[in-house]
């Protein structure tokens, strides 16, 4: 968030050709102040909406992306490179979201009596107010829903300020909300640089702030907050470890791994960064993954065959292709791809990088790309020890057959979340957020619908 000059314009350019598909005017102060004064005015209503009432806007909501389906994972595609197929199923996975709380969430809001002396005491959760949501490009749509929803349900109202690559699709996201007809103003979306984000977090009609992104943004963002005295949820990224011990799957580990580390162009926070590997499965391993990764299709994001489309920004994939040679020149070990093609478009090829060892780029940095770092060791103890020397805690993979070892071992790992024998994902159902520089607070299941609430004690009268 610096302070340069601000553009007039922000341009959505199509990474696989390199194309200008749209410009969007930067909104301007005045246009800003409306979009504050509609979600403060929104919420001001949205907040003495019953839950039942607020559950079945998030129906609505659900029925306007169900509607807009194709339109939307369409100008995902275009505007970030996903292949179609995985934009498609983001879709599907906000409506999900959506159905989920709407079904599921009121219970977690609604009043919890304490036994006390006192005629009554119970505790309620009351909305805080506007939240400010700082999105990435990655998952357009679901990253912003996945915090938002909860926040909708709880009585909140949302400001987001998206990544201005994905603008159109922060425009469509605000359009879909607006045609669910659930309150004009629920979900406001303004179009700004990020150097002028730091106003926003200080402006009082914000009451909180939720923000995906970099360690390093998440540091000032925090410690604007702190200034203002203003709660946060901070998603930072990760280097995720998938760890396959002797005993794993290895056939099915190496299956998921391809899955894991290469879906939405590896550009994924919680998608498998450092594959840490036993030794005596590590060979076998490393030939299917690298079965796996070469079996990919790479083309057209907008061609159902594709696997791989390109990455979001040139300038995103020559930062990965710096961080695989200097993986190299440290002993890393090419086991395929590492080159970066001619023609148009941010595309980069399926990469494994074998030998890695902890200090080279491939294990201290997180790789947003599809480059993948094998690491050999010895056992299950190095196995956990490497996993965890890593200024990030976001998730992580765990792959034996013995689930009463995995349980024991799962103590030990210092992340968000723990797979066992399984990718990681986000699931409505279940907490995510992470450790360490990876951040503070969560998102989804009963604790992320409780984030952005006041929880108020309530004590009435002492018994006569």
């Known amino acids: 968030m610096s302070t340069t000059t601000a553009p007039a314009r922000v341009l959505s350019i199509n990474p696989a050709t390199g194309d200008v598909v749209a410009e969007h005017p930067v909104d301007t102060p005045s246009r800003v102040e409306e979009a504050l004064n509609r979600a403060h005015a929104a919420q001001r209503s949205w907040r003495t909406a019953s839950l039942e009432t607020r559950a079945e806007g998030l129906r609505a909501i659900a029925r306007e992306l169900r509607a807009s389906r194709q339109e939307a994972a369409t100008l995902m595609t275009v505007e970030m490179g996903k292949p179609i197929r995985q934009s498609l199923a983001e879709v599907d996975k906000c409506v999900w979201v959506c159905e989920h709380y709407a079904g599921h969430g009121t219970a977690t809001l609604a009043a919890e009596p304490v036994a006390t002396e006192w005629q009554d005491s119970y505790v309620q959760f009351e909305p805080l107010g506007v939240v400010l949501a700082i999105m990435p490009w990655n998952y357009p749509f679901w990253q912003l829903l996945r915090a938002a929803v909860p926040a909708f349900l709880a009585g909140n109202t949302v400001v987001l300020k998206h990544a201005s690559n994905v603008t159109g699709s922060a425009l469509l996201l605000a359009e879909i909300v607006a045609r669910a007809g659930v309150a004009d103003g629920l979900l406001a979306a303004v179009v700004l640089p990020s150097s002028a984000v730091e106003p926003l977090i200080g402006d009082p009609r914000i009451a909180a702030v939720t923000l995906t992104g970099s360690d390093a943004v ?47 162009v590896g550009q994924s926070c919680i998608a498998g960064k450092r594959f840490i590997v036993v030794d005596a499965v590590a060979e076998e391993f490393e030939a299917r993954f690298a079965e796996g990764a070469l079996a990919l299709r790479v083309g057209d994001p907008l061609e159902d065959a594709t696997d791989l489309g390109p990455m979001a920004r040139a300038d995103l994939r020559d930062e990965l292709a710096d961080q695989v040679r200097r993986a190299v020149a440290a002993g890393g070990r090419v086991v395929c791809g590492g080159e970066v093609g001619g023609g148009r478009g941010a595309f980069y090829p399926a990469t494994i990088v ?14 947003f790309g599809p480059a993948a770092a094998v690491i050999r060791v010895p056992d299950a103890v190095e196995a956990i020890r490497v996993a965890n020397d890593s200024r990030y805690g976001l998730s992580s993979s765990l792959w034996t057959r013995d689930l009463d070892r995995a349980r024991r071992l799962a103590h030990g790992i210092e992340a968000g979340a723990v797979f066992v024998n399984a990718m990681s994902a986000s699931d409505p159902r279940m907490p995510f957020g992470g ?22 004690a309530v004590t009435i009268a002492p018994k006569a």
């Open 435 to 456: 450790v360490k520089r990876s951040g503070w607070g969560r998102e989804l299941g009963t604790f992320g619908l409780r984030e952005f609430v006041n929880v108020q």
């Open 354 to 367: 074998a030998d890695v060892r902890p200090g080279t780029p491939l294990c201290d940095e997180e790789t």
């Open 218 to 264: 998440g540091v000032r963002v925090a410690t604007l907050c702190a200034q203002h005295l203003k709660p946060s949820v901070l998603e930072l990224g990760g280097s995720d470890p998938f760890v396959v011990l002797e005993d794993a799957d290895v056939a099915a580990a190496a299956a998921t791994a391809v899955t894991a580390r290469f879906q939405n």
